[in-house]
């Protein structure tokens, strides 16, 4: 079965920081594109972050920039978004999406989303 699975998301205190993790199974995600969407609730989904296929270009939000980073380990088969300085905005559902390109924080042509996972930001 070709899926993503999204890990890592949690209950963090304002200023905290979590690593979210994207893993691919029954596909490569070598010739893809991966963005990290988020969707709170009553908002729309979201870009944060995209990473190319190689890994030699990244796009952040304007709101993360700065805070989140974002990184792929292709023999792992799996991308990740390192979180840090949280804040209660942040607070949504995070999905990962494999694409065919990034086009600013969020990566187009979606093949495959993952399921979603929470991150809830609160003191």
């Known amino acids: 079965q070709l899926q993503l699975v999204e890990s890592g998301g949690g209950l963090v205190q304002p200023g905290g920081s979590l690593r979210l993790s994207c893993a691919a199974s029954g596909f490569t995600l070598d010739y893809y594109a991966i963005g990290w969407f988020r969707q709170a609730p009553g908002k729309e989904r979201e870009g944060v972050s995209c990473?190319?296929?190689?890994?030699?270009?990244?796009n952040y939000a304007d709101s993360v920039k700065g805070r989140f980073t974002i990184s792929r380990d292709n023999a792992k088969n799996t991308v990740y978004l390192q979180m840090n300085s949280l804040k209660p905005e942040d607070t949504a559902v995070y999905y990962c999406?494999?694409?065919?390109?990034?086009?600013?924080?969020?990566?187009?042509?979606?093949?495959?989303w993952g399921q979603g996972t929470q991150v809830t930001v609160s003191s």
């Open positions: 999406a494999a694409g065919r390109y990034c086009s600013g924080a969020a990566a187009r042509g979606n093949n495959y």
């Open positions: 990473i190319s296929s190689s890994g030699g270009s990244t």
